[in-house]
């Protein structure tokens, strides 16, 4: 293996984990905020 070859991976190693970590923050996100809404729309009929 040559220091290229190295460095790509690297980089795509990087990518990778940049990628799966936004893509897991997103969806607590997303889960967060359907639970807000829940909420939110639950208090709405109880008043």
Do not use: P
């Amino acid at each position: 293996m040559d220091i290229t070859t190295i460095v790509i991976n690297g980089l795509i190693g990087g990518l990778a984990a940049m990628v799966l970590y936004f893509t897991c923050d997103l969806l607590i996100t997303l889960m967060q905020g359907k639970e807000q809404v829940c909420v939110i729309s639950k208090k709405g009929r109880k008043q």
